[in-house]
């Protein structure tokens, strides 16, 4: 068993971008690089958690086995789905960290041979999209009627505009999704995609009261401290 805070805990990370195929050689594919998940599921095993990491597509070499590690890996929205509520119900985690980009749209039809084109017209095809389940938004909803872990945490990458700020549309998410904590990262800078580097604000909800924490740093910095609120939020006790 590991030592830390989050000894004796379980904790399901997700991470990574879904790939969502069209034809046997094409995708509909996301800029997720999956460092932050990779960060969040090491900053939870240093915590000394038992870590489930459901792998999507990552840009970086999966993590080494290890004592307290179990890997999985799920390349579409609905075989992500799959796994999570699998690992909900058989390893009754105590938190769920949905880090991975999820696609919300997959093409509609997958095609059994590659989609060709005629070489003697200029037409292309149209791809027409269906809406993926939102698995944040089911795992909330499992927990309802289920139980399920303690903690749920989502993340959202907003640019913020000019009706509203970064904080302003993380808290709306917040509701809406019905999670614990979200953290929000600020796209739109260098920061983020494919990068070591973040500046995100953690918020998180107890009832009515919502603290935001602002974290500007290595994304191991962020996962370090997502990992301080969740082994210190009053239902992991
Ligand atoms: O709504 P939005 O995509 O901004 O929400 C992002 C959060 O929701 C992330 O935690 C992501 O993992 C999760 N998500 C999901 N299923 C989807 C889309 C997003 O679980 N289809």
Redesign the pocket.
């Known amino acids: 068993a590991g030592a830390g805070p989050l000894a004796g805990r379980r904790v399901v990370v ?1 991470a990574g971008g879904t790939r969502e195929p069209l034809d046997p050689v094409r995708f509909l594919g996301n800029r997720s690089s999956g460092k932050q998940g990779l960060a969040v599921a090491r900053a939870a095993l240093d915590a000394g958690a038992e870590v489930t990491l459901l792998l999507a597509h990552l840009e970086v070499q999966p993590p080494a086995e290890e004592p307290r590690l179990t890997v999985r890996h799920a390349g579409t ?1 609905l075989q992500l789905r799959d796994a999570v509520l699998a690992a909900l119900e058989e390893e009754s985690p105590d938190a769920l960290v ?7 749209f997959r093409p509609g039809e997958y095609r059994e041979s590659k989609i060709k084109k005629d070489p003697d017209a200029d037409d292309a095809p149209v791809i027409e999209l269906v809406r ?6 089911q795992a909330v909803e499992r927990r309802a009627s289920a139980g399920g872990p303690a903690l749920i945490v ?4 907003e640019t913020g505009s000019a009706e509203a700020g970064v904080a302003e549309l993380g808290l709306a ?1 917040l509701r809406s ?1 019905g999670c614990d904590l979200l953290v929000v990262n600020q796209v739109g800078t260098d920061l983020v995609f494919g990068s070591d580097r973040t500046a995100a604000t953690i918020l998180s909800r107890r009832g009515d009261r919502t603290d935001a924490d602002d974290v500007v740093g290595g994304k191991d910095d962020l996962a370090r401290r997502l990992m301080e609120l969740i082994a210190s939020h009053p239902a992991m006790r």
Do not use: H, Q, S
Request: aromatic share 4%; net charge positive; charged share 25%.
């Open positions: 997700t929205a949905m880090t991975a980009a999820v696609a919300d993926n389940p939102d698995i944040l938004r989502g993340f959202a990458a998410k999704k």
